[in-house]
Structure formats: structure tokens, C-alpha cells
């Protein structure tokens, strides 16, 4: 097993620094970030979901945003 040198461990000492840096200086961007990747995983799954249904009238679209049965 290679040991790893005193450089490569201030490296990965100092790129962990910046990450946790840049996170934390950044955390509107990240939650910005993280609400698209879940509003994107949740739209795929609902247009998988939609695959399987059968096809609905725009009236009945319209009726549904509209709030009515």
C-alpha cells in the first residue's frame, strides 16, 4: 500500500478547506441549486407517472387547475 506524502495531504487538507469555505459563503446558491435538482427529479417523475394514465381533454386540464372535479 503507497503512503501518501505530506503534499498530497496538504492538498487535500486545503481543497477541503476551500470547499467548506465556498459552501458556506455560498449557501443561497447551493439551496438555489439543490431546489432545481429536486424540482427537476420530481417532474421526471411525475411525467413518468403521466406515462401511465390515460390522456386527459384540455377541458379536464382546466378544470383540474381550476380547482373543479
Known sequence: MKRRSTAD???KSALKEALLETLQEQREVLREVLAEVLE???MGRAIQEGLKT???SREQVFAALRGKP
Open 54 to 56: 390515460k390522456r386527459a
Open 40 to 42: 427537476d427529479a420530481a
Open 9 to 11: 495531504d496538504s492538498l
